[in-house]
């Protein structure tokens, strides 16, 4: 079954801002949420790339250390129930929905991080230009392969905007 990722009207309105404002340069953000019934990643709420995050042409690293501190703070608000979904970034003037070699080398780093806690992370790619950006979400995992080889086994995902909050009470 395809990968479906439930996305705010609100949220995506803030990552294309963000997306607008660094035209030029990539960004990108953290999703926080929860794993629905049939492969659905629910997302609650996206954290920045941050105030030192580093905005290239081709790359993108976000402040880390701020983000992980907003993670934390977002996991006790939602009573330990939204975890860490995954990342999107953006590839400025780019109609490929695909993940770059970067992309993938960051996946298997979340995949082989313990404390991220996920072994299926969540990409979406956001491609375009302002005001016609596109939303490629990724679901990720590895796969032992020959017994010996990793590899990255990516499922390409739909995403549908929720015109209201998805915030629980």
């Given amino acids: ?7 705010p009207q609100a949220i995506m309105q803030d990552m294309q801002t963000d997306a607008d ?20 990643a629910v997302v609650t709420a996206m954290i920045p790339a941050g105030p030192q995050a580093s905005h290239e042409g081709s790359s993108f690293v976000p402040d880390q250390s701020w983000q992980q501190a907003e993670i934390a703070k977002h996991y006790e608000r939602s009573r330990r129930l939204d975890t860490y979904l995954g990342d999107w970034h953006t590839h400025p003037d780019t109609v490929s ?6 992309d993938r080398a960051c996946l298997k780093t979340i995949i082989r991080t313990p404390a ?3 072994q299926k992370p ?3 790619l956001m491609c375009g230009r302002p005001n016609e950006w596109t939303l490629h979400p990724w679901l990720c995992q590895l796969r032992t392969r020959l017994f010996l080889f990793e590899v990255l ?7 549908l905007i929720e015109s209201c909050g998805s915030e629980r009470d």
């Fill in 1 to 7: 079954m395809q990968p479906v990722v439930w996305l």
């Fill in 21 to 40: 404002l660094w035209y030029d340069r990539e960004t990108g953000g953290t999703f926080m949420g929860y794993w629905g019934e049939n492969n659905a």
């Fill in 97 to 102: 929905n695909r993940l770059s070699w970067t």
């Fill in 116 to 118: 991220a806690r996920n």
């Fill in 122 to 124: 969540l990409m979406v």
């Fill in 153 to 159: 086994d990516e499922k390409e995902g739909t995403v």
